[in-house]
């Protein structure tokens, strides 16, 4: 009946008949067939053979929508931001809906309005990702292949580079493609936290974060500055990093040696897709002691909850100065069997009396001052905003 209804409705076979058409697709949508559903809300939704009815479309497309059809989500889309059948807020959520069923069009309309902030917020990195998840998927489809390559090339554009890379490689990887060889972490991007030190642009960092890459940039007031590495101390997994830019704000530093057991702490930094959206994350918790061959030699425990991403970040004391550098999350069987428990909140961090020492060694200037006041998170996050940057180890040679 469907295959039928097409032919009256474009004429083949015999003289264009919509209102036949029509009847055909309504017998084949009883039965359950999804294209028909689809096809006579089409019918309804140009007039065409019946009545123009926005209702009766929408509930067809509806219809066709809950059993799985990428099509009618992409249609229940377009018709919102027509608002037809229903506002356009609703638009964003079917059109996604059909771009992860595989509707490029769906990709398409949605990557543009994200790029232009239309309906949504803008977001040029989800549609750089639409756009070449989507044109893995376009066939022989070559006019939708030219609109989407024109969609990634505009979305790529307004992107950071080093964010461009990192869409591309896990649009790359989710599409099934070869993964790079693994000759070493410079290899393909990765992101870590680091904070600036003084006013000639030194940013402390890890040396796990640093150590082997190509480029490294610091994204600082939403710019993009590349940054060079000065000092590497492996063993206390410190790094020293210079801006070419050096940026106005700097952390101060807390007097005094380590933090007592128990003492109230703050970690900040990037973790996960906060490298790419620029949003620091800080969070709270209590100095731990370690217990013999429990973590990193001469390390710290904290319960503050710490993400891949943070390794770098400052640990802040209760006034906002830093107290030591975030190393990472405690995740080992060893530790386990140490400690009799192993927190998925608990990290390591390297102690302020290694860092102060590290820094010591390279003469490099810092600033001190007694931690004389107790602030909350959002005050430490707004006291330490634009000094604690997210890092993009990105690949290339050295």
């Not at 067809?60 to 931001?81: N, T, V």
């Not at 989710?174 to 410079?186: F, I, L, S, W, Y």
Request: proline share 7%; charged share 20%.
């Amino acid at each position: 009946m469907h295959l039928l209804g097409l032919m009256r409705e474009t004429g083949r076979g015999g003289p264009r008949d919509p209102a036949e058409a029509a009847r055909l697709y309504r017998k084949a949508a009883e039965a359950g067939n999804v294209p028909a559903m689809t096809a006579l809300a089409v019918l309804y939704l140009r007039g065409q053979g019946v009545p123009r009815d926005d209702g009766l479309a929408g509930q067809h497309l509806k219809r066709a929508a809950e059993k799985g059809s990428a099509q009618a989500l992409f249609l229940l889309g377009a018709m919102r931001l027509e608002s037809r059948g229903g506002p356009p807020s609703d638009a964003p959520g079917y059109l996604r809906r059909a771009a992860q069923a595989g509707s490029g069009q769906a990709a398409l309309m949605l990557g543009e309005m994200l790029v232009a902030g239309r309906g949504v917020a803008r977001d040029p990195a989800e549609a750089y990702r639409l756009a070449l998840a989507a044109r893995e998927r376009a066939g022989g489809d070559a006019a939708l292949a030219s609109r989407l390559d024109a969609l990634a090339a505009s979305a790529k554009e307004r992107l950071d580079p080093s964010v461009a890379l990192s869409v591309a490689a896990k649009a790359g990887k989710a599409a099934g493609k070869d993964a790079p060889p693994d000759g070493g972490r410079a290899q393909r991007p990765s992101t870590g936290s680091g904070f600036v030190v003084s006013r000639l642009g030194h940013v402390l960092t890890n040396a796990h974060v640093a150590d082997g890459c190509g480029r490294i940039l610091a994204v600082v007031d939403g710019k993009r500055v590349p940054a060079r590495l000065a000092r590497l101390d492996r063993q206390n997994d410190l790094a020293l990093l210079v801006l070419e830019t050096a940026p106005a704000k700097t952390l101060v530093f807390r007097e005094g040696g380590d933090l007592p057991e128990g003492a109230t702490v703050f970690a900040a930094g990037y973790p996960g897709q906060a490298a790419a959206t620029g949003r620091m994350r800080v969070v709270s918790g209590r100095v731990r002691t370690l217990a013999p061959q429990a973590g990193p030699r001469g390390g710290q425990a904290v319960t503050a909850q710490v993400l891949p991403g943070n390794s770098g970040g400052p640990l802040l004391d209760a006034a906002g100065h830093v107290a030591g550098v975030v190393r990472a999350r405690r995740d080992t069987e060893k530790a386990r069997e140490s400690l009799g428990e192993a927190p998925a909140d608990m990290g390591f961090v390297v102690p302020i009396s290694v860092v102060k020492a590290f820094l010591a060694r390279g003469q490099t200037p810092v600033a001190v001052s007694p931690s004389d006041r107790v602030l909350d998170a959002a005050a430490v996050a707004e006291a330490v905003s634009g000094a604690v940057v997210p890092l993009w180890c990105l690949p290339g040679e050295r």
